[in-house]
């Protein structure tokens, strides 16, 4: 690996850095398919994915696989079809997924290559219920690029977790998303401590940089 990196904005380095999208995937990311918020008002929510936060991905992604970074998913999906391996919270929380369930999929427009690793998690940290740290350090992973939903929970939990274990990690601030505005602003504030918070332009000039 490269030298012990000085700054969080330090840049990123060819063969060490993942672009990571976080529960991307049809049932949380298309209107009408989560149960739990069936006659709720989440219109500010899905806006600004199809408005801003899915076309940033999409450059995004497309950028990484140009500049050959490795390219990365979780979802919220249960290993069983019953969701008993799922979290207590999980259960509590009546979050289930089942294994191969089409509405758990990665939307369309971020669909994984057949080599692209996708991680299935039954908890909010995907470095709790995942064997995420032990693949990113057999990839060589140090630089960890961070995109998904929901900004205050399932992508905070992923910033704090990466940072305590050792990872450089990046958030891109305009492709994230959670339910209101106020929400969003109050947890980039909250877990910027732990990651150099940024934007789709400046990540996607950096992963142009890496492909030149």
């Not at 969701?83 to 509405?103: I, N």
């Amino acid at each position: 690996m490269t030298a012990f990196p000085t700054r969080r904005d330090a840049p990123f380095v060819p063969g060490e850095t993942a672009m990571f999208f976080v529960d991307m995937q049809r049932i949380w990311c298309e209107r009408g398919l989560d149960p739990a918020h069936a006659g709720q008002d989440f219109s500010y929510y899905h806006d600004r994915l199809d408005g801003l936060v899915v076309p940033n991905q999409r450059k995004l992604l497309e950028a990484a696989r140009a500049a050959k970074v490795e390219v990365m998913h979780t979802i919220i999906e249960s290993l069983t079809s019953h969701g008993r391996d799922r979290s207590l919270d999980h259960k509590l929380s009546d979050m289930h997924v089942p294994k191969g369930a089409p509405e758990g999929r990665v939307i369309p427009a971020l669909e994984p290559l057949p080599d692209e690793i996708v991680l299935p998690k039954t908890s909010s940290g995907v470095f709790n219920s995942t064997n995420i740290d032990y693949v990113l350090r057999n990839l060589g992973i140090r630089y960890l690029v961070i995109a998904g939903v929901v900004t205050d929970q399932c992508v905070d939990m992923a910033v704090r977790d990466a940072a305590d274990r050792g990872y450089m990690v990046t958030l891109i601030d305009d492709a994230c998303a959670t339910y209101s505005d106020e929400r969003h602003r109050a947890a980039v504030k909250a877990f910027g401590g732990y990651c150099w918070v940024t934007d789709t332009a400046t990540v996607l000039a950096r992963f142009k940089e890496m492909a030149a």
